[in-house]
């Protein structure tokens, strides 16, 4: 049984490499960053499963390769790139990987809130351009941070807030409980937070969850901190609230299109802060990632 990694871009390939031991099976490496859905039957041909980091897999692609069996997402939003249901009816079945890297997303989205609540991106950039820029902004210690769905990354980032003297309140779509975290109803949750950080995954039922109408619910003048997936906010509802003040900054990890499109309205706000999806790039979530993908590959490969 072969395997082919299809898009080891911004050195996962070398990561790849590095994580593999001698008992796993072979696996291909492609270093090509953008695979079209034309490309794609010809990369997977000869291939019985593949690792995807962020090309979309088609169902009429995979009806081309008969012998192709198994996508192993590496990371939890498969869904943003394919339709596993969809693919499941074709023979293929998803595996996506989760915990790999809750500590690097939950330190990436507290630093993005701290650079939001403190407009550092805004005095950097002044900065580079000759400006001496000087903002005000809140003192987060004693403020209350939301957090909309509560799973590995949640409580990561509930840790360190409540750590750096933060309340931290959360709601979730099934009941839970952890310490030092207070669990609400999502209208609550909303009319309490000076922070909202998202942490939902991107099902068919969480696209677009945060509408106009619960942006609305959002206490006025909060921070709204997105590194799960940027479906789950309506994009020109968000766009709307941070033009009229409503919302007082966005931190964005995570966007309707990716990678962001040049001129888009998101990067000519002066109230928004922007990272390139990379809330889960460390060297140590990368490595955890790749040697799980590669766990993965060797039970499939075994009939497991």
Do not use: C
């Not at 609550?188 to 909202?196: G, K, P, R, Y």
């Amino acid at each position: 049984m072969k395997g082919i990694f299809i898009d080891a871009v911004d050195n996962l390939g070398e990561v790849f490499h590095k994580m593999k031991q001698p008992d796993d099976p072979p696996i291909s490496v492609n270093e090509q960053s953008q695979v079209s859905e034309a490309e794609l039957p010809g990369l997977l041909r000869g291939h019985q499963f593949a690792l995807v980091d962020h090309t979309r897999i088609t169902v009429d692609a995979v009806r081309q390769v008969p012998e192709f069996k198994h996508v192993i997402f590496l990371g939890t939003g498969a869904r943003s790139y394919m339709d596993p249901d969809a693919l499941a009816e074709v023979g293929v079945t998803v595996h996506t990987i989760k915990g790999y890297g809750d500590t690097a997303v939950a330190e990436h989205t507290i630093a993005l809130m701290w650079a939001a609540a403190r407009g550092i991106a805004a005095m950097d950039g002044a900065m580079r351009h000759g400006e001496w820029l000087r903002m005000n902004g809140p003192q987060l210690t004693g403020k209350t941070i939301g957090l909309l769905g509560f799973g590995g990354i949640a409580g990561e980032v509930a840790r360190i807030a409540g750590g750096g003297g933060m309340r931290v309140i959360a709601w979730n779509r099934t009941p839970r409980t952890a310490p030092g975290v207070t669990f609400m109803d999502v209208d609550t949750l909303l009319a309490e937070s000076d922070v909202l950080s998202v942490h939902l995954l991107l099902t068919d039922e969480t696209r677009g969850f945060l509408d106009a109408s619960r942006l609305a619910k959002l206490r006025k003048g909060a921070i709204l901190v997105n590194t799960a997936r940027g479906a789950i906010v309506d994009e020109a509802a968000m766009v709307a609230a941070l033009q009229s003040g409503a919302i007082a900054h966005a931190a964005l990890d995570v966007f309707d299109v990716e990678p962001l499109p040049k001129g888009h309205i998101l990067s000519t706000l002066p109230n928004v802060t922007l990272t390139a999806h990379s809330a889960f790039r460390t060297p140590e979530a990368s490595e955890t990632l790749l040697r799980r993908a590669q766990d993965i590959a060797k039970r499939i490969a075994a009939g497991g």
